[in-house]
């Protein structure tokens, strides 16, 4: 990336794993990229200084033995929290190994994660909800099964400038929710949108002056 341009030709490949189309997502922790396979396969490549992927993928251990669709993540420093969808459960992954896995509890189908300060946030489809945990060291604490109810199954969360958006849909419609978050890790709306039906990705990005 050079200001506005982007050039369009890579300056690194690597295939992957499974590489069977079930590619989900993708996260830098240190001097790697994490990637998840929905397949159940989670992956670390190497990045060279200039950003470039290099070499030949690895596949993360510890993985645990009912994993079922490894999704979303979330990355911070050398951390990465991947949900695994279809088990109901968050794992911590740190140095290419799974260190710790949380269960979902009522909520089903955590898909998409994102951080806030000493909290994660999980979007649950088709639970229609937000849960929140406490994330410190290698612990994954869920301190609210229901943080927040959404209008539709979420397809993605996201957070930043103190803000927590979600994106959901019905089949009729998308919802865009945007949420404030306390130090507390309380999530109040603080604005609702619908739009047309397929929307499926959300960002918080920093306002310009």
């Known amino acids: 990336m050079y200001g506005s ?3 369009s030709n890579p ?4 295939t992957l794993l499974k590489a069977d189309g079930s590619a989900a997502q993708v996260g830098v922790v240190q001097n ?29 251990q510890n993985i645990p033995a009912n994993v079922n669709a490894p999704f979303g993540l979330a990355t911070r420093g050398n951390n990465a929290y991947v949900t695994i969808a279809h088990a109901d459960e968050i794992s911590l992954v740190r140095n290419g190994k799974v260190l710790t896995v949380t269960g979902s509890g009522t909520q089903h189908a955590p898909c998409w994660v ?19 945990y406490s994330v410190y060291g ?3 604490v869920q301190d609210a099964a229901v943080a927040a109810s959404l209008n539709g199954n979420p397809t993605d969360i996201a957070s ?5 958006a979600v994106i959901d849909g019905n089949g009729t419609a998308s919802h865009l929710s945007i949420f404030g978050v306390d130090d507390d890790g309380n999530l109040t709306l603080r604005g609702a949108s ?16």
């Open 5 to 7: 341009i982007v050039n």
């Open 138 to 140: 290698q612990q994954i």
């Open 32 to 60: 790697q990229l994490i990637i998840t396979e929905k397949s159940n396969v989670i992956e670390t490549v190497d990045l060279l200084p200039d950003g470039a992927v290099s070499g030949f993928p690895t596949l993360v």
């Open 194 to 209: 619908t739009m047309s039906a397929g929307a499926n990705g959300v960002a918080v990005v920093q306002g310009q002056d």
């Open 160 to 164: 930043g400038e103190g803000l927590v």
């Open 11 to 14: 300056d690194g490949i690597v």
């Open 114 to 132: 994102t951080l806030a300060g000493p909290f994660l946030f999980s979007a649950n489809s088709p639970s229609k909800s937000i849960s929140r």
